[in-house]
């Protein structure tokens, strides 16, 4: 289904036409983005699913088309200005994993678009609906993941003035959150922290500086807290708060235990006074007694020397993963080790020929994969998966379908078939490369030979 990009149109088209059947109007933006369904519609405009068709792998993105609701001329601008800022926002910051990437921001048929990485998941507050009140343990679980976000933008002086359940999505492939929504976001310079601005965020999450036009770094947190007593409670925060008494009464409202340590932590964090409340997501993580990970840093695009023990040509498999022909590189990748291995005419790679496989070509073969994939495929990142759930160069069908299960080449228990695997980035994280040449092996009763190669130490 292609669907139609006018306003007032809208119209779904079959998925290869080119023009609007109903109204006439191009259906691809840039020659190459093709929106395929809408995903909603907020007071800036529209967010569709879509297609990068540009690209042999087409994987999925995201339009934001700009649409304000307002008529008014100053507002209109205002608007016009906050979404140009999201661009800004995310160029600087979806370098990061678990902020969606900027691809584009352009203008077509006078009207603006930005061009974003596609999150495959559920939205917490989907979540929140599908599986009632977030237990204590999985509340400090997303404080952890989260936290070092905001302690990410915060460090590149971002503030995202919209954090709610529905800005936090979790990722299918590797159950990650991944921030989403700058449109809201402003760069806290020192002017900007001590003069009144626009009034912005989400009444129900909003901290009281910023309903003032004054938002710091705590009122992200402010919003974090009240996000987190919301999904603990199940309870809509406007009622979780006692206006009379002017405090938070969502203890009265748990059905979850939740100790002392996270109830002060959360308490703090709802602190009307900005000065009484935590500052930055550092402390948060130092009273939760957690540690913060080390800020993930774009992946260096630096040349990758393609060394190889018996004089192998790796030049085709880097061009077909630079142009995200995952499963033509899937295919080179299985050849070139048959190659290495000398067993060309054999088919399949032994445990015996990964126990000798050569570290230099293992090498360049696994960070050609991790480059071009920005850290998504590639066998280390198969082999910290493996070893996460407990696998060692030891067989054990139940860790190694918990393996299969993780990486998707299993669903519901069924093992599939190579042709029904995913080759786009949509897949879950360390879904390839499946060495084809051994993909009965390593699909279903191939643990051994998958043991093997993940419990390399040169990995």
């Not at 979806?94 to 495959?120: M, S, T, V």
């Not at 404080?143 to 990410?152: K, Q, R, T």
Request: include cysteine; charged fraction near 25%; proline fraction near 3%.
């Amino acid at each position: 289904m292609s669907q139609c990009l006018n306003p007032d149109c809208l119209q779904p088209n079959p998925k290869t036409t080119i023009f609007c059947q109903k109204c006439g109007s191009k259906l691809l933006l840039k020659e190459r983005y093709r929106a395929l369904k809408i995903l909603g519609q907020g007071g800036f405009g529209r967010t569709f699913q879509a297609v990068d068709e540009n690209k042999p792998s087409q994987p999925y993105c995201v339009i934001k088309q700009f649409l304000p609701q307002a008529q008014d001329t100053n507002n209109q601008q205002k608007a016009e200005e906050l979404f140009k800022q999201e661009a800004i926002q995310l160029e600087r910051l979806g370098k990061h994993n678990q902020i969606p990437e900027l691809f584009a921001y352009f203008i077509q048929d006078h009207r603006h678009y930005l061009i974003q990485e596609y999150i495959e998941g559920q939205n917490l507050l989907q979540e929140l609906n599908q599986n009632g009140a977030f237990s204590e343990t999985k509340t400090i679980n997303l404080l952890g993941d989260l936290l070092p976000i905001l302690a990410f933008i915060h460090q590149q002086q971002v503030i995202h003035r919209d954090i709610k359940p529905e800005n936090i999505i979790r990722r299918q492939g590797d159950n990650k959150l991944v921030l989403v929504d700058f449109g809201a976001a402003k760069t806290a310079t020192h002017t900007a922290l001590v003069v009144t601005g626009t009034v912005i965020g989400s009444a129900q999450y909003v901290a009281p500086e910023q309903a003032m036009g004054k938002s710091t770094f705590a009122s992200d947190l402010y919003s974090l807290g009240v996000m987190c007593i919301h999904l603990l409670t199940n309870i809509e925060p406007f009622d979780l708060f006692d206006v009379s008494e002017s405090e938070w009464v969502w203890r009265d409202y748990l059905t979850v235990k939740v100790n002392d340590r996270l109830g002060q932590v959360l308490d703090k964090l709802l602190q009307q006074a900005t000065k009484k409340r935590f500052q930055t997501a550092q402390e948060v993580l130092a009273a939760l007694q957690l540690t913060i990970k080390p800020t993930p840093q774009a992946t260096p695009q630096t040349d990758i020397e393609l060394k190889s023990a018996r004089g192998v040509n790796y030049g085709q498999l880097e061009q077909l993963l630079k142009a995200g022909n995952w499963k033509e590189a899937d295919r080179e990748t299985a050849n070139k080790m048959l190659e290495v291995a000398g067993i060309k005419n054999q088919g399949w790679l032994r445990e015996e020929d990964i126990d000798n496989f050569p570290c230099e070509d293992l090498r360049t073969i696994d960070q050609l994969w991790v480059k071009y994939s920005n850290g998504r495929f590639g066998f280390s990142v198969q082999k910290r998966i493996y070893q996460s759930l407990g696998g060692t160069r030891s067989y054990d069908s139940k860790i190694w379908e918990a393996f299969a299960d993780q990486v998707g080449w299993r669903v519901k228990g069924d093992w599939l078939y190579y042709d029904y695997l995913k080759f786009n980035q949509t897949a879950q994280t360390g879904h390839l490369p499946l060495l084809r040449c051994g993909v009965r092996r390593m699909l279903g009763v191939g643990g051994g030979f998958g043991g093997s190669l993940l419990s390399r130490r040169d990995l």
